[in-house]
């Protein structure tokens, strides 16, 4: 019984699986490594697309992040103790009726509805006081977002104006001249306002409506924000900080403090009756991409462009100054877009980059099966002649791996499901299982008829499968097919999708394959002259390793192809990490445009010169963009801002920043040109630049116009596309008396303490300005879930791939063992030496290794030449341009040298392994073929 079991099927199965224990559990721990890899890889890639998505929304500012719509009038007030019970209906209504999945991202709609600005009054005003006017605003859920600092909340109120005054309705004919009778109206201030408008709490002043026509204000209370950040302030951008801005001319009381004051909403419908204030609503509708899938954004793209583009109602009324419909926008759609390319740009490049570790993983186990059917090789033969069909023999192996294969698959997938399980997809899964199937087709492969039969490899170094040249025709016709693709097509990555380009996909491992092909049809070149000059040479090691080396190297191709593969993908990983640190650096310093940048409120000349005074800064340049347009006349006529700087020292400051303009002229004065005529020199953006040219014809306002040089590439002088640089010099022709700039620009000294520099400048620019350095900006990209994931990512491929390279020289050491064995025990009756044994060993693996380390280097620092014409990597660096390929060799050298110590350490332990050859058990068997 127990006999018969042994000799059945199933135990023969048992046995084989007891003999081959090592090859099959370390065909099972890869096949459970590239399944966790695999499986998580898709989860991770949505994953971190989600997370890049919430991490750019998160650093955008909710003014720019939520949809914001502004009309002239005010909403339809319903009679009751709810006057703005219908508008709110009528917003939650436009909220619901969006499509999904863009309904999810909405919150409740927040509005607001301010007068214009209105002239305030006050006693005992000095020369050097500023004007405070403000906004009546009104605002229905403003008590759930502040908390009172003094003060008390305004109180309701039924009177704004005395009617009955005919003369001067609601208003003495001396406003200070103050009748106890006449009413008053609390208003409510942010703390800074009241700070800045020197407006303290119980404070009276008169408010001027139009002429005599006016009421009293009374500061009943201050307050502050719960939270500065919350959406509902893109509703009212000036309830925090006040406005800032100065009259046309010099003299007294030029600074003005704009205030916005809100009223208790309820006494709104009283002044609408008792006055005409002209008002302005602001309705934002806050905009969250939390919690949403990748799949969620991408699909809000075109839904949101299409809620933007088109009014919504609000009510169906014929009043006047009554609110009818709104029309929503945001950059919301322009940051959601520049995240999913982030996203898709990354999954590009590891796409890329994870097709190399694949192959060599697939080399790895087709080296694994080859190990196993080698031991099997006589019981399989013996199974043979005894009646077993071919058929048979391959099941019955594919069967046993399968059995190791499909469990070892299912863990890893099951590993990838717990380490990403908010991005569950079933690609996950399918992905597993195409790796469980992968071991058993190649096992099955391995086991052909022919690997059956024990048969001499090195009679004809040069005959080869018939097969051959066909497929490494295919394999290098699909490859430079590829590159043309590529190269035609250009940058294609979508800014819209995150997905897996097959081409991009394909490209990197072709390239790799046909240089590992073309390495294997040469290497024996120079090793057959190297074979021929040793031949009269004393030593046999030389002599005997290189003629093996050619007629048998170690395994064949997958070794050759697994190392080539290998070290070309570690070596393009360390280029692109360096391209993708120096692009994002360089992309960092020419948005910011200078060593720190200002971004302020209107700073006044005092700060101006305390700013260029700070220790640390050489030299400082303001930006002011007047807000007038002017018209430009180039190939057609344009309506575009004006940008006044002092163009020298601008220069000065932006000396060494990437893409800064080159300025060619004197843009202080005039330029004569041919015919006498004077022209002022002008820049124009590097949009507009790109688009027109200026000619003799053109002009800027009524001034002739010349180009003074090139406007380069950094988008650091405005926050707009289109615009005109001028000289300080020239303002006044363009009717600018007054310089109010709101950008600074500041080249340091060598050395200088930028964390001192900061402080100080924090403190003279006020605590809304903005204060950037290149370090700060490229930062911000860095930190993104997406830049920390491409990173850990491709270092994690590089180990990888490291690893499963040295894996496969042992496994060939071990394939070619068995002849290597009975060769070296011969030998070593004949007087081989031990050292020499393992210098023969060495040159089985030596010369392959060799020239597939130098064609691996060389290959991955062609490889970005190439596969990056397909990448646009600017929306990952944050760039205007593509970043340049940048070679680290820190980094390179710590990769190729860490590759090829792995190599000599996987050779050493195969020669370890060879050392403890039996001589008796050798010789006993019989010779090769």
Not at 92 to 110: R, V
Not at 717 to 739: M, P
Request: hydrophobic share 50%.
């Amino acid at each position: 019984m127990n006999r018969r079991s042994r000799t059945s099927l199933p135990g023969v199965l048992a046995r084989q699986f007891r003999a081959d224990l090592g090859p099959l559990l370390a065909m099972a721990a890869i096949v459970l490594v590239v399944a966790t890899l695999v499986s998580a890889a898709p989860l991770a890639l949505r994953s971190l697309a989600s997370s890049e998505v919430a991490y750019q929304f998160e650093n955008l500012p909710a003014s720019r992040r939520d949809l914001i719509a502004r009309s002239p009038g005010t909403p339809a007030i319903t009679p009751g103790v709810a006057p703005f019970a219908q508008f709110d209906e009528a917003l939650a209504a436009i909220a619901a009726s969006a499509p999904s999945p863009l309904d999810k991202a909405f919150a409740t709609a927040e509005y607001t509805f301010a007068s214009d600005r209105l002239h305030v009054a006050r006693r005992n005003v000095e020369w050097n006081d500023p004007q405070t006017p403000i906004t009546i605003n009104v605002a229905p859920r403003l008590a759930d977002h502040i908390r009172m600092v003094d003060g008390t909340p305004p109180a309701p109120f039924e009177k704004v104006v005395d009617l009955d005054d005919n003369e001067y309705p609601g208003r003495p004919f001396d406003p200070f001249d103050r009748n106890p009778q006449d009413p008053q109206i609390d208003i409510a201030l942010s703390v800074d306002t009241a700070e800045e408008a020197g407006w303290a709490v119980g404070e009276e002043r008169w408010v001027a409506v139009s002429g005599n026509y006016g009421f009293y204000a009374r500061l009943s209370g201050t307050f502050e924000a719960v939270d500065p950040k919350d959406g509902f302030w893109a509703a009212s951008p000036s309830a925090l900080q006040p406005g800032i801005d100065y009259t046309p001319f010099g003299g007294t009381n030029t600074r003005i403090v704009v205030g916005a004051a809100f009223i208790d909403p309820g006494s709104w419908p009283a002044m609408a009756d008792q006055t005409s204030l002209s008002m302005l609503t602001t309705v934002a509708i806050p905009f969250s991409m939390a919690g949403l899938t990748v799949e969620e954004d991408e699909a809000i793209i075109p839904q949101l462009r299409g809620f933007t583009s088109n009014a919504q109602s609000v009510a169906n009324v014929a009043k006047p100054q009554v609110v009818t419909s709104l029309t929503f926008g945001s950059d919301a759609e322009t940051t959601l877009r520049t995240a999913i390319s982030r996203a898709a740009t990354a999954t590009a490049v590891l796409v890329m980059v994870a097709s190399g570790p694949i192959g060599v993983a697939i080399a790895t186990l087709w080296l694994l099966s080859r190990l196993i059917m080698l031991r099997r090789r006589d019981s399989l033969a013996l199974g043979s002649a005894r009646g077993a069909s071919d058929t048979q023999l391959r099941l019955s192996q594919a069967f046993q791996v399968l059995l190791l294969s499909a469990p070892a698959a299912a863990i890893g997938g099951a590993i990838g499901y717990l380490l990403f399980p908010s991005s569950a997809s079933p690609v996950a899964a399918w992905f597993a299982a195409a790796v469980a199937v992968v071991p058993p087709i190649l096992i099955m492969i391995a086991a052909s008829p022919r690997s059956l039969r024990a048969a001499r490899g090195d009679l004809d170094p040069r005959a080869r499968g018939r097969y051959r040249w066909v497929l490494e025709i295919i394999v290098l016709a699909l490859t430079a097919l590829a590159v043309f693709l590529l190269l035609q097509r250009g940058l294609a990555t979508s800014a819209e999708t995150v997905g897996v380009d097959p081409l991009l996909a394909a490209t990197p491992l072709l390239l790799s394959l046909s240089a590992g092909l073309i390495v294997l049809r040469l290497y024996p070149l120079p090793l057959l002259g190297f074979a021929r000059s040793v031949k009269r040479k004393k030593g046999i090691v030389a002599f005997l390793g290189a003629n093996r080396s050619i007629r048998d190297p170690a395994a064949g191709l997958a070794p050759v192809l697994a190392m080539v593969v290998g070290l070309a993908v570690a070596v393009f990983s360390g280029v692109l990490l360096g391209t993708v640190t120096g692009g994002v650096s360089t992309a960092a310093h020419s948005t910011i445009g200078a060593d720190l940048r200002i971004e302020s409120p209107i700073l006044d000349q005092k700060q101006l010169d305390d700013i260029a005074a700070v220790k640390g800064v050489e030299e400082s340049v303001s930006l002011y963009q007047y807000s007038r347009l002017q018209n430009l006349s180039v190939e057609e006529n344009l309506s575009v801002p004006v940008m006044v700087a002092d163009t020298a020292a601008l220069a000065r400051v932006q000396e060494g920043v990437p893409g800064a303009a080159h300025i060619d002229l004197d843009m202080t004065k005039p330029v004569t040109v041919d015919g006498g005529d004077d022209r002022i020199p002008v820049l124009l953006s590097p949009d507009l630049a790109a688009k027109y040219t200026i000619t003799e014809d053109s002009t800027f306002g009524k001034a002739d116009i010349v180009s003074a040089g090139d406007p380069g590439t950094s988008p650091s002088l405005s926050g707009v596309a289109d615009w005109v640089l001028i000289d300080t010099a020239q303002s006044d022709g363009f009717g600018i008396y007054t310089f109010l700039p709101r950008i600074t620009l500041l080249r340091l000294d060598p050395g200088a303490d930028i964390a001192a520099v900061k402080a100080e400048l924090s403190r003279i620019a006020g605590p809304d300005a903005t204060i950037q350095s290149p370090a700060d900006a490229a930062a911000l990209l860095n930190d993104s879930p997406v830049s920390g994931g491409l990173q850990l990512a491709l270092l994690a491929l590089i180990a990888i791939v490291a690893l499963l390279c040295a894996g496969t020289v042992v496994l060939a050491l071990m394939i070619s063992g068995p002849a290597r064995e009975r060769l070296l025990a011969l030998l070593r009756t004949l007087g081989l030496t031990r050292s020499q044994s393992r210098g023969i060993t060495g040159w089985e693996i030596g010369p392959t290794a060799l020239v597939a380390i130098v064609t691996g280097c060389i290959l991955g620092a062609a490889l970005p030449l190439i596969v990056l014409a397909g990448v646009d990597l600017r929306p990952f660096t944050g760039g205007v341009m593509q970043p340049i390929i940048t070679l680290n060799p820190v980094l390179l050298g710590i990769v190729v040298g860490g590759f090829a110590l792995l190599v000599v350490v996987a050779t050493a332990i195969a020669m370890a392994a060879a050392r403890r050859v039996s001589l008796a058990r050798s010789l006993r068997t019989s010779e090769e073929g």
